[in-house]
Every structure is written in C-alpha cells, then in structure tokens.
C-alpha cells in the first residue's frame, strides 16, 4: 500500500519554527517530486515548496522564500520542511504530496500520492 505520512505540525508562536516531515510507506520517495501544500480555513489549497526527484531543483511560493527550506533523506524515505520565521498566515493544514514524473511543481494537479495533512498553528 502506498502512503504518505505527514508529521512536525503543531502549535507555535510567531518568529517561531517547526519541521515537518513526509514520510513514504510502499515506495521510494527519490523516484519522485515531492510537493508540500497547504490550506487554511475558508481558502484554496497553495503550493508551498517542491523539490524535483533528482534533488535538482527547489521552487517555493513567493509567500514562503526565505524562511521555508525543503530538503529530503533518501535513505530515511523522508522530505522535510524546514519553516522559520513563522508567521500567523502560515496558519494551515499542510500536505506532502508524491509526482511521479519528478518535476517539481506549485500547481498540484499532477501529484498522485497525498498525505492525510498535518496541522500547523501559529499564535500568539
């Protein structure tokens, strides 16, 4: 069975960070793009950071460019998040998400494989 397990979120106050990881069960994680995307409350999912399969190459949303670091572990099957510099609009459930073509991409349309989510609050 295949699957992505999201974890790291929780509840932080702003200027803070958090470490979210993905982690895949059933498949090899470096065959594939991995996306990270988030929604919050009353709004449409956005990307939030991509890494293509060959590590090659990162995107972020303008939103998060300085202070969100994506990375992955091949040998633990595992992308992180790193987020910094957090902030209450960063407030959301984020989503790892596995393409199998390993292009990195913001849209999420051609994602296949999706985690359940994991929380992340940021208040003071």
């Known amino acids: 069975q295949l699957q992505l397990v999201e974890s790291g979120g929780g509840e932080v106050q702003p200027g803070g960070s958090l470490r979210l990881s993905c982690a895949a069960s059933?498949?090899?994680?470096?065959?594939?793009?991995i996306g990270w995307f988030r929604q919050a409350p009353g709004k449409e999912r956005e990307g939030v950071s991509c890494i293509a399969s060959s590590s090659s190459s990162t995107d972020y949303a303008d939103s998060v460019k300085g202070r969100f670091t994506i990375s992955r572990d091949n040998g633990k099957n595992t992308v992180y998040l790193q987020m910094s510099s957090l902030k209450p609009e960063d407030t959301a459930v984020y989503y790892c998400a596995a393409e199998p073509l390993g292009t990195c991409g913001l849209a999420g349309r051609t994602y296949e494989y999706w985690g359940q989510g994991t929380q992340v609050t940021v208040s003071s």
């Open positions: 059933g498949f090899t994680l470096n065959y594939y793009a």
